[in-house]
């Protein structure tokens, strides 16, 4: 059973940061690229970021290129978003996702080729 839980969201005021968690468990964390999604009212969930099985390639929207990074630590079974310079325009529910089924070198950046996902988290970027 693979379980990705999320932690780190929360109300911040435009240009703060903050720095989402995903814990992923139940199969073997390494095995599968990593994609943090958002989605805000009203609209599709959508790509924000994106790292490969290695960790050594990192992919993201043009919109949050340059204020967000995304890293993994695998011994750990972790993947953390850092997000800088944040705008209203960010405010949305993130959501961690992973797909275990064989990856060949193309990255994943569709929110219908991940297979698992966890709850959510809450951004909301506010004065």
């Known amino acids: 059973q693979v379980q990705l839980v999320e932690s780190g969201g929360g109300l911040v005021q435009p240009g703060a940061s903050l720095r989402l968690s995903c814990a992923a468990s139940g199969r073997t964390f390494s095995s599968s690229g990593m994609a943090w999604f958002r989605q805000a009212p009203g609209k599709e969930r959508e790509f924000a970021a994106g790292i490969n099985r290695s960790g050594g390639s990192q992919y993201y929207a043009d919109s949050v290129k340059g204020r967000f990074t995304i890293s993994r630590d695998n011994a750990k079974g972790m993947v953390y978003l850092q997000m800088n310079s944040l705008k209203p325009e960010d405010t949305a529910v993130y959501y961690c996702?992973?797909?275990?089924?064989?990856?060949?070198?193309?990255?994943?950046?569709?929110?219908?080729?991940?297979?698992?996902w966890g709850q959510g988290t809450q951004v909301t970027v506010s004065s």
């Open positions: 996702a992973a797909d275990f089924r064989p990856w060949g070198t193309s990255f994943r950046f569709g929110a219908n080729e991940y297979e698992y």
